[in-house]
């Protein structure tokens, strides 16, 4: 299970990062919708898949993503298959209704997971599996290890993980990588447009001008959510630096090949002998890929991350 093949006509990276993103279709029920109220007068919608069990996955989507993404919802389907009750939750301003406040969300924006958290708790859970993606990922692995995790929390899983935040946005900025660059940025001027509708304070000026995830970090996610620049956000928000102090049984998986990681991205020698941690890095599987075919519609990242919680 350490190891994955993709098909063969996925033959290099972005192929494997963009055949699931457009084309992957998964059959599932339909959620069941819940708005849970902030601390600071928001709200979060969070989609569950409930079959009595006092077990659950909470399932955390990457940037501009939602409880609906293929990735997602697969990884639902296998936990729904296997037992456990499902809560994919999504970040503010990504449900299909924007937020009321005037930040979003943002690589490290633990507190809103710690309340998705301490919800599942009030109702009832008693042993909690988190499962993050790429920027869902970061902000998991940031969960865990800046202060001591809650103890109903058992195990964790993180795929393809931007553990750098500053050197993995280079690399996500290089010019081979236009096509994921160009398609970010048009979804979140999208919604910074649409909240200054009604958020005057928010200056859209030249907003077409901005060609880079660098500069829309500086202009809008670092200053909207208290940080002193784009470089100050993704010093204090990557979650390499919080990997020793994690103590839950967590794995990490990105593949070597992952378009959008840096080198600083696979920190196999950092996590040597961590008691907690485990890192794996495939030659394959892309950015959130890791597509295959003739297993119930089930990916390897599914039939592995299930392979570890159950272990």
């Known amino acids: 299970m350490t190891s994955y093949k993709p098909p063969f006509f996925l033959f290099n990276a972005h192929l494997e990062t963009i055949y699931p993103a457009l084309l992957r279709r998964v059959p599932l029920q339909p959620y069941h919708r819940e708005r849970i109220a902030t601390p600071d007068h928001d709200f979060l919608d969070l989609d569950w898949l409930r079959q009595g069990s006092s077990q659950l996955v909470i399932i955390s989507h990457g940037l501009e993503g939602n409880s609906h993404r293929g990735y997602i919802k697969g990884m639902a389907k296998m936990c729904i298959a296997n ?18 406040q005037l930040r979003f969300y943002h690589s490290g924006a633990t507190d809103d997971l710690d309340c998705v ?13 988190l499962i993050g993606f790429s920027l869902g990922g970061n902000l998991t692995l940031k969960y865990l290890g800046e202060q001591k995790p809650l103890s109903v929390i058992q195990k964790a899983v993180a795929f393809s ?22 398609r970010f940025l048009k979804s979140l001027k999208k919604k910074i447009i649409t909240k200054a509708a009604s958020r005057k304070e928010l200056d859209i000026t030249n907003i077409q001008n901005i060609t880079s995830l660098i500069d829309f970090d500086n202009r809008y996610t670092a200053p909207l959510h208290g940080f002193g620049s784009a470089i100050d956000y993704y010093t204090q928000c990557s979650s ?18 992952d378009p ?20 794996e890095n495939p030659l394959y599987g892309g950015h959130v890929g890791f597509a295959q075919f003739h297993k119930n519609g089930l990916y ?6 299930m392979h570890f919680i159950n272990d």
């Open 83 to 100: 037992g456990y009750d499902v809560l994919a939750w999504n970040f503010r301003g990504c449900s299909g209704e924007m937020n009321h």
């Open 117 to 129: 958290v301490r919800h599942a708790i009030g109702k009832g859970y008693q042993h909690i599996t």
């Open 161 to 182: 993980v931007p553990l750098n935040l500053y050197t993995s946005c280079r690399k996500i900025s290089l010019s081979s990588n236009r096509l994921y660059t160009e």
């Open 240 to 257: 390499l630096q919080f990997l020793p102090a994690i103590t839950v049984s967590t794995l990490i998986i990105n593949a070597q090949n």
């Open 260 to 279: 959008f990681l840096s080198e600083d991205c696979y920190p196999v020698k950092l996590l040597e002998g961590h008691p907690y941690v485990r890192f």
């Open 300 to 305: 390897w990242s599914e039939e592995r991350a």
